[in-house]
């Protein structure tokens, strides 16, 4: 068994520890708010404008030439991994990194697959096993639609350079504080409508479909990306925020635990003393 000076020096440093934890969990708690109020808010439109999109592209595509939805033989696909910069968000990053590794197994074996990668924690892992052509680890320091919108564009010109057949995004798609759902989403081609004739909308569209469909492709990519990297952000934090609270609960447990062996340690100690006294004036009166 320690000795009593190890236990205590073990108690304090626990006590530390849990005065970390508790603080991260705050920070996370107060930042948490913010990235879901902004998440909740844009999520609607991104939507909206996605089915509009799609709707749109299926009505046109045998009136005009559309290289965002230009449907090709899957031989070369890029896959952006969006992660953090930052641990201690429990199975954050690890989840999204598994789901990457076991879709590329599953689906494209014996095709080149690239990754782009946003977030350094997915970027350190995966350049070891896969080609990564991009990493974007400082999106996070200003995450805005501006800074967001310079990566969509890169990765459209990408396609519509031929260099890539399929585009998809892996993320953590935020649902609450304590759950977020790996995403596999296609980015491009645009997914159509099927049966988009028969959707029955009422809509009037000025000046022309076509000319609203070349206007809103840019405008809704960059609104899907920047979508699925404030999902992530919102999950980060719900993560984080859970993960220290299990974290600073397993401390206290651990801190009792130890302050329990260390009043027993100190009793035993207490109590060998006074037997010791005992048999000592023993002896001296026989």
């Excluded at 939507?47 to 031989?75: H, I, W």
């Excluded at 590794?101 to 697959?113: A, L, P, R």
């Excluded at 310079?150 to 995004?169: C, P, R, S, T």
């Excluded at 206007?215 to 984080?240: C, F, N, V, W």
Aim: hydrophobic fraction near 40%.
């Amino acid at each position: 068994m320690a000795n009593l000076k190890e236990i205590r020096n073990r108690i304090t440093s626990i006590g530390s520890t849990m005065q970390i934890t508790s603080a991260m969990k705050m920070v996370s708690a107060a930042k948490l708010k913010k990235a879901q109020d902004a998440i909740t808010q844009m999520r609607p439109y991104a939507n909206k404008l996605t089915e509009l999109l799609e709707s749109l592209s299926a009505t046109l595509e045998a009136d005009m030439e559309n290289v965002f939805s230009e449907q090709r033989e899957v031989s070369k696909v890029l896959i952006v991994v969006i992660t953090s910069n930052r641990g201690l968000c429990g199975g954050f990053n690890s989840s999204v990194i598994k789901e990457t590794t076991k879709h590329i197994e599953d689906n494209y074996k014996g095709k080149q697959v690239d990754l782009l990668t946003i977030g350094k924690k997915g970027h350190d892992i995966l350049v070891k096993k896969r080609n990564v052509i991009e990493k974007n680890n400082t999106i996070y320091d200003e995450l805005t639609f501006d800074n967001v919108a310079v990566i969509a564009e890169k990765i459209m010109q990408l396609f519509a350079e031929g260099k890539y057949d399929k585009i998809e995004l892996i993320y953590n798609q935020f649902k609450n504080a304590a759950t977020q759902i790996t995403t596999v989403e296609q980015y491009l081609p645009i997914k159509l409508v099927e049966n988009a004739t028969n959707i029955n909308v009422d809509y009037i569209y000025e000046p022309s479909k076509a000319e609203i469909v070349v206007q809103l492709i840019p405008k809704s990519l960059k609104t899907q990306l920047y979508k699925a990297i404030r999902d992530s952000y919102a999950s980060e934090h719900g993560a984080r925020m859970t993960a220290m609270h299990k974290a600073t609960d397993n401390a206290k447990d651990l801190r009792d635990d130890l302050l329990l062996t260390y009043n027993k340690a100190r009793q035993a100690a207490i109590t060998n003393e006074i037997l010791e006294i005992v048999g000592g004036a023993e002896a001296l009166n026989n």
